[in-house]
């Protein structure tokens, strides 16, 4: 399976700030999805998008995708020190299987 | 949600010795399911994608005789690392979906920390 693209690879802010994590991918897909992941856990998903979806939201979180640039950001506003993790994203293509990015670690300085 | 419950969490076994990871589905028929693994500070890497009934496809690279991998029911995939060297030492994660979730989402278990010594 291709590796799809993740950037930055590693973030550190305030908390209170902003963050936006961004993820290229390479084939069509049937939908995107972010997951987060605690140091030395298992992944906890966040949200999902459709490939028909533009924008979503879910609490603090909201995705974007274009299927044009086959490319989807996930911003968290107003970050909390608990926000501290790897946030990933995959994307599921048309054989089901889910293609994942590389990760950003985000870190949020209290 | 669905769930997906992944046992056990975290092993230490000895090297030459063979560990068996299982990956229930609780509520939902997993006809399809896979196994991923995870170094540290890196992301996870798809090792194999087992249907149920069918035997698993391994991605390239991945020994096949080394990580057996049965999906003998539509809610229990097993991966068991046979003759383990601390080189497999490594977090291994377990995804499944089918019918039931749409096939929309892959759900993941907890995950397990496999250390060989």
């Known amino acids: 399976s291709q590796q799809g693209e993740e950037d930055p690879q590693a973030l550190s802010i305030q908390e209170g700030e902003n963050a936006t994590m961004n993820c290229s991918y390479k084939?069509?897909?049937?939908?995107l999805q972010w997951y987060r992941q605690n140091s030395g856990r298992g992944l906890v998903h966040l949200i999902l998008i459709r490939s028909n979806e533009r924008e979503k939201h879910s609490g603090r979180l909201r995705v974007t995708l274009d299927t044009s640039k086959k490319s989807s950001s996930l911003l968290i506003t107003a970050s909390r020190a608990a926000d501290t993790a790897s946030y990933f994203c995959a994307s599921l293509g048309s054989n089901y299987q889910l293609i994942w990015g590389a990760g950003t670690k985000l870190i949020i300085k209290p | 949600g669905a769930v997906v419950s992944q046992h056990p969490s975290w092993v230490i076994c000895k090297s030459g010795t063979s560990v068996k990871i299982e990956c229930r589905s609780l509520d939902f028929q997993a006809t399809t399911m896979f196994w991923y693994r995870q170094f540290p500070k890196q992301s996870l890497m798809l090792m194999a994608t087992?249907?149920?009934?069918?035997?698993?496809?391994?991605e390239q690279g991945v020994e096949k005789d080394k990580f057996l991998i049965n999906h003998a029911s539509l809610t229990l995939s097993t991966l068991t690392v046979t003759s383990a060297h601390p080189e497999d030492s490594s977090f291994y994660i377990c995804?499944?979906?089918?019918?039931?979730?749409?096939?929309?989402?892959?759900?993941f278990g907890q995950g397990t920390r496999l250390t060989v010594v």
């Open positions: 087992s249907n149920e009934g069918s035997k698993a496809t391994y």
């Open positions: 995804s499944a979906t089918g019918p039931g979730t749409g096939w929309t989402e892959a759900f």
């Open positions: 084939t069509s897909i049937n939908n």
